[in-house]
Nanobody
Framework: QVQLVESGGGLVQAGNSLRLSCAAS????????MGWFRQAPGKEREFVAA?????????RYADSVRGRFTISRDNAKNTVTLQMNILKPEDTAVYYC???????????????WGQGTQVTVSS
């Protein structure tokens, strides 16, 4: 069983940056692919970014965030981060961290989920 706890959300103005962190416990963190998803009110949960496990750092990004967001992980600290730059009002959502067996872009591919952290971008 893996427990995930997100932090770092908040209210920022458009154009600014935020850094989200996800702390994992209770499992072999390095073995899991890690993903970030987001869900805005009235919308489905959508893929943001993901990074695979172990030592090969393969990453994938949603088209809407590519070039602005960066996902990284520190297996020694059991953490995954999402650096979000040049934020836009449309990035406003609850952001969730997730762990799963493989790097995929669908929520169904992830087994464990955090509780989420709110990101609000004002115009």
């Amino acid at each position: 069983q893996v427990q995930l706890v997100e932090s770092g959300g908040g209210l920022v103005q458009a154009g600014n940056s935020l850094r989200l962190s996800c702390a994992a416990s209770g499992g072999t963190f390095a073995a899991y692919a890690m993903g970030w998803f987001r869900q805005a009110p009235g919308k489905e949960r959508e893929f943001v970014a993901a990074i695979n496990g172990w030592s090969v750092r393969t990453t994938r990004y949603a088209d809407s965030v590519r070039g602005r967001f960066t996902i990284s992980r520190d297996n020694a600290k059991n953490t995954v981060t999402l650096q979000m730059n040049i934020l836009k009002p449309e990035d406003t959502a609850v952001y969730y961290c997730a762990a799963g067996p493989a790097l995929v872009t669908t929520p169904r591919g992830y087994t464990y989920w955090g509780q989420g952290t709110q990101v609000t971008v004002s115009s």
